[in-house]
């Protein structure tokens, strides 16, 4: 209740209320803010039916002055109209606890429910405006209709709140409230509690509060805000901007172009078509974008991420994450962790990161780099761009003219790489370490580099530069050209000796060079091949 103190500032007597005051009787009309409990107090002790004070509604932010007429609804039936004069109506409901207010005329008016227990209340209204109710303690049933926006504040319990056709401010307060916006641009408020808060039609702005609530944002550009606590967030059609808070939500934004921020906890995201941005937040997330060019950041944890269709942009941030894209050109990057890739068609580019990742890249001209670790590289029909990285990788080219890179081409990050080409003019490197690189068909250039590698050329006209090291190279039917390198190199022919037209070779076991030819035709060059070994005689 308010207490008399301080110097009079108003003609009458005079009401402390929280750093302002309230003038009680008399001139000297005073502005300041007001909570429902503190209104609740002031009314209790202080106004009547027929007490001649005032509390003037001035906006939809709760804010009163005083001077004017205060009138208290005493109600017996449940259904009394207001005064038109009256602009603050302070409503005693009855035995039933169920009353209808009308009001007739007017123009920024509040209502004030002083009662504690479960109240039910009608508002309609003809008038454009702004309606104020508030309500006490209690499981309160709050419902406005007709022209004017409503301002509606309730307190302790789990109170059910129905908003208007026009621009409604629904406060829940503490308890596990409903509130429902209704049509119009609607900021609902859930405050303490496990709360549902709809929004409907309009442009409208939804805040969950503390405990896990449940959000229906409806149609329009919408702004969610989740809160603390695991809450379930659903908005329809529109471009929405929507945060999950902390803890573990499940968001579902619908279509349009929208943006939504998971926050911490492992939540479950899932956007329709349009360009989406999303930011999964920390957490093992799981997130889905339908259609549309959308930009995905998972961040940190154990992701699941699936782009769908569209020219999308994944990040999976750190954590071993798991990213799919569909059939467009995507932009991927898996981040820290040992994450797995897939792409379901399209010209890509794709990063895997740091650790080892396993990456498929799919149909299309795709540029991958593995990054750190030891990586699992597939490709499929497409002219790719594959570099390995640091770590001992596997890359599987599939068709195509390809350019792959064991390892990076500068640099001394190498590993002993496991590289395999199919059909097409390749050009392969293999970098530093012990490499195995198997061609496929195709005019293939290969370049083992340094280490001791093993080189298998396809079935057609190969060139191949074992590099440093202790190269083996299995030669196959091309007229292929080899160049040993430094170390003792070995060549293994698919012919026996006695296939060799010796009348025509011109190989020189000395210096490891010259040609080789044999009885079906085939030649090959050697410079700097120090062994040759044929297959055994049939």
Known sequence: MPHWAGPSRCAGAEARVFDHWLCLAGSGAMTYPLTRPEVHDIVSPNFGPATEDVLKYLDDQGVFAGDGLAYTQQSTDGSEPIDPAAELYIVNPGPDGIDTVFMPSGDNEAIIVNSDGGNMIFVESSTDGTIGVFTAD???????????????????????????????????????????????????FGGDGRDYLQGDAGNDSLYGGAGADTIVAGSGDNYVDGGDSADSITAGSGNDTIYGG???????????????????????????????????????DTIYSNGGN????????????????????????????????????????????????????GDDTIYGGASGDVINAGEGSNSVDGGAG????????????????????????????????????????????????????????????????????GLNKISGGAGNDVIVTGADADTVTGGDGNDTIVGSAGDDVI??????????????????DLANSTYNAATGSGTISFSDGQTIQLFGVEDIQFKSEP
């Open 294 to 345: 959308d930009t995905v950041y998972g961040g940190s944890g154990a992701d699941v991420i699936n782009a769908g269709e569209g020219a999308n942009f994944v990040d999976g941030g750190d954590g071993a994450d798991g990213i799919a894209t569909g059939s467009d050109n995507d932009t991927i990057y898996g981040g820290g962790g040992s994450d797995t890739i897939y792409s379901y068609g």
């Open 138 to 188: 209690g499981d309160d049933t709050v419902l406005l209709s007709g022209a004017d926006a409503g301002y509606i504040e309730t307190n302790g319990g789990d109170d059910i709140v129905m908003g208007g056709a026009q621009n409604d401010t629904i406060l829940g307060g503490a308890g596990d409230d409903q509130l429902v916006g209704g049509a119009g641009d609607d900021q609902l």
């Open 483 to 500: 160049f040993g390198g430094d170390g003792t190199d070995t060549y293994y022919s698919t012919h026996a000796f006695s296939e060799v």
């Open 374 to 441: 030891n990586d699992a590289i597939g490709a499929g029909s497409g002219n790719d761009t594959i570099y390995g990285g640091g770590g001992a990788d596997t890359i599987d080219a599939g068709t195509g003219n390809n350019l792959i890179y064991g390892d990076y081409s500068t640099g001394s990050d190498g590993g002993d790489d496991l590289i395999g080409a199919g059909a097409g003019n390749d050009t392969i490197f293999g970098g530093i370490g012990n490499d195995t690189i198997y061609a496929g068909d």
């Open 246 to 284: 902390g803890s573990a939500d499940t968001i579902v934004a619908g279509d349009g172009d929208n943006y939504v921020d998971g926050g911490d906890g492992g939540d479950g995201i899932v956007t329709g078509s349009g360009a989406d941005t999303i930011y999964g937040g920390d957490g093992a």
